[in-house]
């Protein structure tokens, strides 16, 4: 080293020195705004979309959309739809539109919706095999993939058409606001999308939209009511908002899912609920025994048809875990219970030697069960809210069919062990039901006069129009069934007669239960004109 120079004035010593006292383009423009004494020229464009906080205990995050921004892009749609991997008609964000008159000028709003993450979720409450969980820190509702058995009732349960089934997963799928994003501190796909930062990421008091909910207060106008689940995204706008908005769907007659497994489930269980009661109270060794038979056949049909609607059977056996809210997890343990109980009522009148007292308690036993599962079915869809699915219509349809389709059944098998004619009181007993489920139906019919576009009307619409073959063949094999054992009570082929009227109203039952399914108006968050 040269005389006189040390090691900190080596050329590399220097030249790092020297580039120490360098402003880079970032540290030049930190120092100018540092100091500046009005805000930026572009200010506008950085401010925060997502909180700089996580929720406190009591709050949660949610969704914020400031509806004067939006402008229908759908731009949303397609950073959740490519970031989430979803299948090609699969989307968990949606754009809907509202419009009305204001002061004699049209009024128009996009509306983009996705899961609101609610306070009170009913997917969480409904699902049998707890496939969902509310994040006790930031509020968030996810779904649990690999919990999922595929029961869409979830689907069923959120009146906002948030749950997504995907067939080629066989599960349930829905939005989590992104929260592996959300926790490294970076904005959702749809935050992040909107160029018009519709769409912001807001924290909200748990609380406060509980009572609020509950109160009655506005969530969105011509969505569903929020005190169902308490949901937490707010719409905020400077505009005025007609009273007389109204979706952009709300005229469509789209008709709903048949979900042809659940038709045949439901029928035939309570068919062999109310044949397992007559086979129980009646005297005839013979007749008992054959109506076990058929009992036993029709539940054996209907559970396994059940699994058939499941996209992931093999789990059904967790259905327990939700026994202590959900419907769906109580029905599946009471049904389960009602084959064992039924298996052994049926299987003990082979054998000679087992007391009637055994017997007779197996007997109650599965009537009890037969009949609480029954019911247990009527409260997993009047549990979804939905007005056509009202528990007074849906007990007198499930039990309407327990009762008339049972006691059909078993005027069959009298007619045919006893080789007979029927009983007449037992024909007359069956036409007043099967006249009485018919009225009960038709009543429904009468809302397609009512003059505001309301679910029960829609239903109406839905099985007059689009579904008008369907509700004309259920009348009329009803109506041939009740003329079936009209006639062969006269004495005219009893045997060939009963057997047509059971096949008949077997029938018209299966095609009710089709209309169930199909002609609920389902709620649902605003949808498109086309929709």
Known sequence: MPTGLTVEDSPIEMLL?????????????????????????????????????KPSAGEQYAFKVDLDRCTGCKGCVSACHSLNGLDDHETWRDVGTIHGDLKGASYTQTVTTACHHCADPACLNGCPVLAY???????????????????????????YDVPKYSKSLGIVRKCDMCHSRLAEGEAPACVQACPTEAISITIVNTQAVMDASSSGAKFLPTAPAPDYTAPTTQYVTEREIPENVVAGDRYALHPEHAHFPLVVMLVLTQLSAGLYTFALISSD????????????????????????HLGRPLGAWRAFLGLKRSWLSREIVVFGAFSGVAGAYTAVGFFDAIPESVEFVLG?????????????????????????????????????????????????????????ALPLLGVIALIVFSLMKLVLEATQLRAASQSEMAPAKKSALLMLKPLKRITRARYCFGALGILSFSAAALGALPVTLSILGFSSLLVGELLERVLFFKAVAAPKMPGAYTS
Request: net charge neutral; glycine share 8%; with cysteine.
């Open 285 to 308: 060794a013979a007749i008992t025994h054959s109506a076990r038979l058929i009992a036993f056949v029709a539940m054996g049909i209907g559970l396994a048809a059940s699994t058939s």
């Open 364 to 420: 109650i036993s599965t009537v009890v069960s037969g009949l609480l599962g029954v019911f247990c079915s009527v409260m997993i869809y009047h549990d979804t809210q939905r007005p056509f699915w009202d528990f007074p219509v849906s007990y007198g349809k499930f039990f309407g069919t327990t009762l008339m389709l049972s006691l059909s059944a078993f005027l069959m098998v009298t007619s045919i062990v006893g080789q007979g």
């Open 17 to 53: 020195k020297e580039q120490g006292t360098l402003q880079t383009p970032v540290s030049t423009f930190s120092a100018k705004h540092e100091n500046a004494t009005i805000a930026p020229e572009q200010a506008q464009f950085y401010k925060q979309l997502i909180p700089l906080s």
């Open 133 to 159: 969980e509310k994040d006790p820190e930031t509020g968030i509702v996810r779904h649990l993939d690999d919990q999922c058995i595929g029961c869409q009732y979830c689907a069923l349960k959120c009146p």
